[in-house]
């Protein structure tokens, strides 16, 4: 199981990666034009601040195949060990199967059906992000979309990995955990909700009055 964060907010790495068992760092356009800075010298920031031994993912801009493997390489130049993220459609496709070929790895990104999913894996990339939420946004069963995604690679494309993303609520990421999905990136304020439960600070308290009050300090 790989659990990445989906975020440039360094601090904000900095302060999960001391709690969370991390693989990495994914990214998007939106989520770079959000930190406001040079994505060469983000994505360079970002590495340095997970290590050498964590995944960053960031994606191509262009609509066009070529254009999408010479950014590939552009990415691949200031960080060396980058997944690039393709779009799975048509040109992403083609520019998919090329970056294979020239062995540097891929994800699928923007995926809302298990169809379009497969044929990313069948292009040989190594990581197929469904978009959770944005599924469930449009109606559609993002738990279904999952499952029969993870059964097609089980069966078709085991070196594929079902990355799932866009997600609104804890429960979203577990159901895909129990879909049998192998890794998922949590945007922080999700990862948070993991770990932060007023009931468990409440029982806590208790247990701390308690203590205080047949021992005078929390101390043995």
């Known amino acids: 199981m790989e659990l990445y964060l989906d975020t440039a907010d360094v601090t904000a790495i900095k302060r999960l990666a001391k709690v ?13 034009a959000k930190a406001g800075k040079s994505i060469f010298s983000l994505l360079a920031e970002l590495q340095d601040v997970l290590g050498a031994d964590k995944l960053l993912f960031a994606q191509v801009l262009s609509s066009n195949a070529d254009e999408m493997i010479k950014e590939a390489h552009q990415l691949r130049k200031a960080v060396p060990s980058i997944v690039t993220k393709i779009p799975v459609n048509a040109q992403g496709l083609m520019a998919i199967k090329e970056l294979t070929l020239q062995g540097i790895p891929t994800l699928g990104t923007a995926v809302y059906g298990a169809g379009q999913g497969f044929l990313a894996a069948l292009a040989g990339a190594k990581y197929i992000a469904p978009y959770v939420n944005r599924i469930d946004a449009q109606g559609g069963s993002s738990k279904d979309t999952v499952q029969e995604l993870q059964k097609l690679l089980d069966l078709h494309c085991p070196q594929s990995m079902v990355l799932a993303a866009s997600f609104r609520t804890p429960r979203q990421a577990l159901d895909c955990m129990l879909a049998g999905c192998q890794s998922i990136t949590l945007p922080i304020d999700v990862a948070e909700l993991f770990i932060s439960d007023p009931a468990v600070d409440a029982t806590i308290t208790k247990f701390d009055d308690d203590w205080c009050s047949a021992f005078g300090a929390l101390t043995f």
């Open 20 to 32: 969370l068992p991390i693989n990495g760092v994914t990214t998007n356009p939106s989520i770079v």
